[in-house]
T-cell receptor, first 113, second 109 residues
Framework: DTGVSQDPRHKITKRGQNVTFRCDPI?????LYWYRQTLGQGPEFLTY????????KSRLLSDRFSAERPKGSFSTLEIQRTEQGDSAMYLC???????????FGSGTRLTVV | QQQVKQSPQSLIVQKGGISIINCAYE??????FPWYQQFPGKGPALLIA?????SEKKEGRFTISFNKSAKQFSLHIMDSQPGDSATYFC????????FGTGTRLLVSP
C-alpha cells in the first residue's frame, strides 16, 4: 500500500496561466475524489469518479476547472485561466466500495500570484 | 450550506488532560462519521470512525461518542499528548464526505 500520491506538492503560477495536477490513488480503490481546502477551513468537495466515470461535480467547480480519470487509474485536475481565488490546497482521496473511509494524499498547494 | 457544524474552533489542553471536540449534523441520510487528523502541510488522515447504529467506539486514547437522536457526535482524546497537537475534522458521509470546519488542538507540555 503506497498510499495516494499527488504531484506536484507545490505550484506557484501567475494569474491567467493554466495548471494541471495529478493524483495516483491506491491501486485497488475504484473511487477517487478531489477536494479543495483553504486556510483554516475543512476540505470542500469538488468532484468524484467511480472508475473512469465522473459521477458528481460541485457547484464550486466552475467552467475553468476540469477533471479526468482516463482508464479509471490516475486522475488529473486542470484549472484554466487561474485566479487569485484559486489559491488553496487541492486534495485527492480514494476509497473502495468496501471501505467507508477515504485515504487522502498530501495535497498540492497552489499559489496564484 | 454547512451540513456539519464543529466546535470549538480552537482548544488548548494541558498534557495528560482530556480533549473534547463536538460536531452536529443535519442530514439523517449520513451513514458514516469519521474523524480526521491533519498536521501542517499534510493531507487529513483517518483517525477513528463510527456508524450510526453504535453509540460509542474506542480505539486507544481516542473515543467517539454518538447521539443519533440529537444528531451529534464527539471526539474525546484521553491523556492528551503534545504529539496530538494538530487540526481535527469531523465528517459525515452521504454520497460523499462532508467536513466540519476543523478544531485546532494545542496540547501544552
Amino acid at each position: 500500500d503506497t498510499g495516494v500520491s499527488q504531484d506536484p506538492r507545490h505550484k506557484i503560477t501567475k494569474r491567467g496561466q493554466n495548471v494541471t495536477f495529478r493524483c495516483d490513488p491506491i491501486s485497488e480503490h475504484n473511487r477517487l475524489y478531489w477536494y479543495r481546502q483553504t486556510l483554516g477551513q475543512g476540505p470542500e468537495f469538488l468532484t468524484y469518479f467511480q472508475n473512469e466515470a465522473q459521477l458528481e461535480k460541485s457547484r464550486l467547480l466552475s467552467d475553468r476547472f476540469s477533471a479526468e480519470r482516463p482508464k479509471g487509474s490516475f486522475s488529473t485536475l486542470e484549472i484554466q485561466r487561474t485566479e487569485q481565488g484559486d489559491s488553496a490546497m487541492y486534495l485527492c482521496a480514494s476509497s473502495s466500495r468496501a471501505l467507508y473511509g477515504y485515504t487522502f494524499g498530501s495535497g498540492t498547494r497552489l499559489t496564484v500570484v | 450550506q454547512q451540513q456539519v457544524k464543529q466546535s470549538p474552533q480552537s482548544l488548548i489542553v494541558q498534557k495528560g488532560g482530556i480533549s473534547i471536540i463536538n460536531c452536529a449534523y443535519e442530514n439523517t441520510a449520513f451513514d458514516y462519521f469519521p474523524w480526521y487528523q491533519q498536521f501542517p502541510g499534510k493531507g487529513p488522515a483517518l483517525l477513528i470512525a463510527i456508524r450510526p447504529d453504535v453509540s460509542e467506539k474506542k480505539e486507544g486514547r481516542f473515543t467517539i461518542s454518538f447521539n443519533k437522536s440529537a444528531k451529534q457526535f464527539s471526539l474525546h482524546i484521553m491523556d492528551s499528548q503534545p504529539g496530538d497537537s494538530a487540526t481535527y475534522f469531523c465528517a459525515a458521509r452521504g454520497q460523499k464526505l462532508v467536513f466540519g470546519t476543523g478544531t485546532r488542538l494545542l496540547v501544552s507540555p
